[in-house]
């Protein structure tokens, strides 16, 4: 295995620095080629976000394939737009209700493909006229575990694989003492700077009966975090280490987090802070695969009683026991590597 650094760009526009995405995408796209043209890869695997080694790998020729690392996010008919936060509607009515929305999905969809084809044009490559066009149309690879994904009639090209689990090795960390439930407190190391989440959590779940595992991310608090007695706060640790022993995760809802609870049997608290996070708890409400608590209701109270819904609700457990016991919960990348190996060999 090698490695090449990939060109660094600004990708979204700010009041100081007004890029267009298109031209961001073009300067890494001609970056990127004397690489892929000198390696002379058999298949090129591109992230959905990074578009330009995909327009790359097309100019060279080379067949190339997308990695979702999250849920799908192409809509259907009737579902909800994307990160939205909303759950697939259980009733003719909702479908109906959504279903108003799709004109105005489509037209972001018909901006995006047309600063798409911009790019194309800029690269001296043909336009396209489907929409989602960064995407591969050969092998869309989705990293997620189905159980979180709605029903719908797939495209041939599209497979879900399983969660593909990554994490670098970190020391394991001296949990609570006692036999009581484990509750880890995993917030997210990008939202909620000021530790909302994790201030609600010590205090909620103080005098609890549980072991409570908590983690600043490596980013001290502003202000002293007040510690209980059945509770130990670390600056990291290990999911894969940790969660296989844990019975909740109280989480902002990353999907990686997500994921990798429900793939060790622990079931998640999500408190949806920002982006796709939204989805990702509508998706485990949805499921029945977790305890969804809105944001701006996650007081030390409402955390503490969320804890006690999940622990208390047997089927609920029983349904993430199950979904950790199916072979996409472990084996999303051996799966994914087979599929390269049958689209390219």
């Known amino acids: 295995m090698a490695f090449s650094a990939a060109p660094e760009y600004h990708v979204f526009p700010t009041l100081d620095r007004p890029l267009k995405p298109y031209e961001a995408v073009v300067r890494a796209a001609r970056e990127t080629e004397p690489l892929v043209r000198e390696v002379a890869p058999d298949v090129v695997v591109a992230d959905i976000l990074t578009l330009a080694p995909a327009l790359t790998a097309e100019l060279a020729s080379v067949p190339w394939a997308t990695l979702v690392p999250h849920v799908y996010p192409v809509g259907a008919p009737g579902f909800p737009p994307y990160s939205l936060g909303a759950r697939l509607p259980r009733t003719a009515a909702g479908r109906a209700l959504w279903r108003g929305m799709d004109r105005f999905v489509e037209g972001g969809l018909r901006r995006g493909r047309d600063e798409l084809n911009e790019t194309r044009r800029r690269l001296g490559m043909p336009a396209v006229e489907r929409f989602h066009g960064g995407q591969s149309p050969d092998l869309v690879i989705v990293g997620t575990l189905p159980e979180l994904?709605?029903?719908?009639?797939?495209?041939?090209?599209?497979?879900?694989?399983?969660?593909?689990?990554?994490?670098?090795?970190?020391?394991?960390?001296?949990?609570?003492?006692?036999?009581?439930?484990?509750?880890?407190?995993?917030?997210?190391?990008?939202?909620?700077?000021?530790?909302?989440?994790?201030?609600?959590?010590?205090?909620?779940?103080?005098?609890?009966?549980?072991?409570?595992?908590?983690?600043?991310?490596?980013?001290?608090?502003?202000?002293?975090?007040?510690?209980?007695?059945?509770?130990?706060?670390?600056?990291?640790?290990?999911?894969?280490?940790?969660?296989?022993?844990?019975?909740?995760?109280?989480?902002?809802?990353?999907?990686?987090?997500v994921v990798r609870a429900l793939s060790c049997g622990a079931v998640p608290v999500v408190v949806p802070a920002a982006g796709d996070m939204n989805e990702n708890a509508a998706r485990v409400a949805w499921a029945g695969l977790g305890v969804r608590l809105p944001r701006r209701f996650a007081t030390p109270r409402a955390v503490?009683?969320?804890?006690?819904?999940?622990?208390?609700?047997?089927?609920?457990?029983?349904?993430?026991?199950?979904?950790?016991?199916?072979?996409?919960?472990?084996?999303g990348a051996a799966c994914a590597a087979d599929l390269l190996e049958s689209f390219y060999g």
Do not use: C
């Not at 719908?152 to 969660?163: L, M, Q, T, Y």
């Not at 503490?304 to 919960?329: E, F, I």
């Open 149 to 257: 994904e709605y029903p719908r009639a797939w495209p041939e090209h599209v497979e879900v694989v399983g969660p593909l689990h990554f994490e670098l090795d970190h020391p394991e960390v001296e949990l609570p003492p006692g036999d009581d439930p484990l509750v880890l407190v995993a917030p997210s190391t990008a939202q909620d700077p000021d530790h909302r989440l994790l201030r609600a959590a010590l205090e909620g779940l103080a005098g609890a009966p549980v072991r409570v595992l908590a983690t600043y991310n490596r980013r001290l608090p502003s202000h002293p975090l007040a510690v209980p007695e059945n509770a130990r706060l670390v600056s990291w640790v290990s999911y894969a280490k940790t969660m296989p022993r844990a019975d909740v995760v109280i989480t902002h809802g990353g999907h990686g987090t």
């Open 304 to 331: 503490r009683l969320a804890v006690a819904s999940a622990l208390s609700d047997l089927a609920l457990r029983d349904r993430v026991a199950a979904v950790a016991r199916t072979p996409a919960a472990t084996g």
